[in-house]
């Protein structure tokens, strides 16, 4: 169990609807911490290159022009196994497979406007992060809590 930081970015539909403050709720309720944060209105050339990997795929146009529309909320979340606990936290890609409680579940509509995009990976996690944010952008900080929850693994 390593630390590591993955990028989530909460789409314009999720920041248009007012969910920024419950979507980050829920990862820092499960001890996650946000290492950077910023609001931003996603530059075309950012975009492109965020989701480079599905280039030529039927629904890219869409989700480009979807993710510029309006401002997004980018973050840097960082903790235990944080890569695979955010996707489950999120809940999966297409709502209609997400089950209740998780983010998907709960608020998404399609899975275009799916409220959240996490990195896949570690290697995405670095690539996307560095994307985003630049080094100084990230922070190193303990939570008051972060003794208690993140206990060495016996």
Do not use: C, W
Not at 28 to 56: C, D, F, N, S, W
Not at 84 to 111: A, K, W, Y
């Amino acid at each position: 169990m390593e630390i590591e930081q993955t990028l989530v970015l909460i789409k314009p539909d999720g920041v248009q609807r007012g969910l920024v403050g419950e979507i980050i709720a829920r990862y820092e309720r499960r001890g996650l911490k946000i290492a950077a944060m910023k609001l931003l209105q996603l530059p075309r050339v950012t975009a492109e290159a965020l989701y480079a990997v599905h280039h030529g795929k039927s629904f890219y146009d869409v989700l480009i022009e979807f993710m510029t529309s309006a401002p997004i909320i980018a973050l840097a979340i960082e903790g235990r196994n944080a890569i695979e606990l955010v996707r489950i936290l999120n809940g999966e890609t297409d709502p209609r497979e997400s089950q209740p409680g998780s983010i998907r579940g709960d608020f998404s509509v399609d899975i275009t406007h799916n409220v959240v995009h996490a990195s896949d990976s570690r290697r995405n996690a670095q690539r996307e992060l560095d994307i985003v944010f630049a080094a100084d952008e990230r922070y190193e900080y303990n939570r008051a809590d972060e003794g208690t929850l993140h206990v060495k693994a016996v």
